[in-house]
Every structure is written in C-alpha cells, then in structure tokens.
C-alpha cells in the first residue's frame, strides 16, 4: 500500500523559509515522480514542483521559481521541498502527490501560513 506523509508545514512571517517533507512508503522513487501540489481557500490546486529520476526536477509556477527547492533522499525514501523568501500568497495547504503511469496518490497535505 502506497502512502504518502507531509510534515513541516506552519505559521512563517513573510520573508521566512520551510523546509516540507514527504515520507513515501509502498514504493521506489525509481519507478515514480514525486511532485507537491498547494491549494489556497478558493483557488484550484496547482503543481508546484515535480522530481522524478527519468526527468530530474522541475518547479512550477514561475511565482515560484527561485524561491522552492525540490530533492529527494532515497534512503529516507522522502522528498523535501524548500521554501524560501516566503510570501503570504504562498499560503496554503501543501499535498504531496506520487505518479506512476495511471496510478496516483496523494498525502493528507499540510498547512503553510505566511503571514505579512
């Protein structure tokens, strides 16, 4: 059974880094990519950054860029993203997803509050 665990979320002043990990089990990073998602209240989820070992890593949307950092431990079978420079429009719930052809997955997600 795959499951997907998030921790490191919390309440960050604005200009403030979090460091948000992903704890997989029930699968080979090998085989899967590993993104994180976020979803603010009222807005869609949207993609924030992906690593997979076919394709390395990719951060999305461009609000992003140069602030998030996604790596992978594949021992710790875990997946860290890195948040710096923190804006108050980063502020949402965070959700680690897991790929593999048609199969997805997804963490319980956790809060992130950057406050002004």
């Known amino acids: 059974e795959v499951q997907l665990v998030e921790s490191g979320g919390g309440l960050v002043q604005a200009g403030g880094s979090l460091r948000l990990s992903c704890a997989a089990s029930?699968?080979?990073?090998?085989?899967?990519?590993i993104g994180w998602f976020r979803q603010a209240p009222g807005k869609e989820r949207e993609a924030v950054a992906c690593?997979?070992?076919?394709?390395?890593?990719?951060i999305w949307p461009n609000s992003v860029k140069g602030r998030f950092t996604i790596s992978s431990d594949n021992v710790k079978n875990t997946v860290y993203l890195q948040m710096n420079s923190l804006k108050p429009e980063d502020t949402a719930v965070y959700y680690c997803?897991?790929?593999?052809?048609?199969?997805?997955?997804w963490g319980q997600g956790t809060q992130v509050t950057v406050s002004s």
């Open positions: 997803n897991a790929v593999l052809d048609f199969s997805t997955y």
């Open positions: 029930g699968l080979s990073f090998d085989d899967y990519a």
């Open positions: 690593i997979a070992s076919s394709d390395g890593t990719t």
